[in-house]
């Protein structure tokens, strides 16, 4: 019961805090919210700062099993088709995991008046990326698969236009759908670019 308690916090928390931020949630009207008292809350999570770290830590190690990062890499593609399903998976679950979502506004939101969460916020929108890319990338051209290229230049050529669609998706999900055929046509571009043409014998 105490784990299911404080994961129901957290999940309601991760909502409360994208609506109200964090200066805006009042843990009084919070706890009433669950049905709980404030004494109740505090059997759990001895502070709102407590519940803030603890939901950070929660929705970094979600996203780092679910999406991947520089330490746990994807499988690496042993093809160029199977680099294009990889990516296409990855975004998928980056637009619709309602809990990424949610989380990516958080730290939109939050990162100019939180020093973790802009630390957060830059690796997750920027460094993360672009480090699991250049490994894959790095793999790939080291197996005869794309052009010998930079392969950090080419993860950072890669993945900032893929990052900037997804934030445009976030602020207008009525153009997924354009916003998605976008994402697919610029992987396959950038593949037809960087794809190692292989000689028929």
């Known amino acids: 019961m105490e784990n299911?308690?404080?994961?129901?916090?957290?999940?309601?928390?991760?909502?409360?805090?994208?609506?109200?931020g964090y200066k805006g949630t009042n843990l009084r009207d919070f706890a009433a919210g669950m049905g709980l008292s404030k004494s109740a809350?505090?059997?759990?999570?001895?502070?709102?700062?407590a519940i803030?770290?603890?939901?950070?830590?929660?929705?970094?190690?979600?996203?780092?099993?679910?999406?991947?990062s520089p330490e746990y890499l994807p499988q690496i593609p042993t093809s160029c088709e199977e680099l294009f399903s990889l990516?296409?998976?990855?975004?998928d679950f980056t637009i619709h995991?309602?809990?990424?979502?949610?989380?990516?506004?958080?730290l939109l939101t939050e990162q100019f008046h939180d020093d973790r969460v802009?630390?957060?916020?830059?690796?997750?929108?920027?460094?993360?990326t672009k480090a699991i890319f250049k490994s894959v990338f790095e793999k790939m051209i080291d197996a005869g698969l794309?052009?010998?290229?930079?392969?950090?230049?080419?993860?950072?050529?890669?993945?900032?236009?893929?990052t900037t669609l997804i934030h445009y998706c976030d602020r207008e999900p009525e153009k997924e759908p354009e916003i998605m055929?976008?994402?697919?046509?610029?992987?396959?571009?950038?593949?037809?670019?960087?794809?190692?043409?292989?000689i028929k014998l």
Not at 41 to 49: I, M, N, P
Not at 97 to 106: F, S, Y
Not at 157 to 162: G, H, K, L, N, W
């Open 97 to 106: 995991d309602e809990k990424v979502i949610l989380t990516r506004k958080l």
């Open 181 to 198: 055929g976008q994402i697919e046509a610029f992987v396959k571009h950038f593949i037809k670019m960087y794809e190692r043409k292989q």
């Open 41 to 49: 809350l505090y059997r759990h999570y001895e502070s709102k700062e």
């Open 146 to 162: 794309l052009i010998a290229e930079d392969p950090d230049m080419l993860a950072l050529a890669f993945t900032a236009p893929i």
């Open 4 to 20: 299911t308690t404080k994961e129901k916090i957290l999940e309601a928390a991760l909502v409360s805090f994208v609506e109200n």
């Open 87 to 91: 990516v296409m998976h990855m975004v």
């Open 52 to 68: 803030w770290n603890a939901l950070l830590d929660k929705m970094e190690a979600y996203y780092n099993e679910r999406f991947g």
């Open 118 to 128: 802009k630390s957060l916020a830059t690796e997750h929108f920027m460094y993360d």
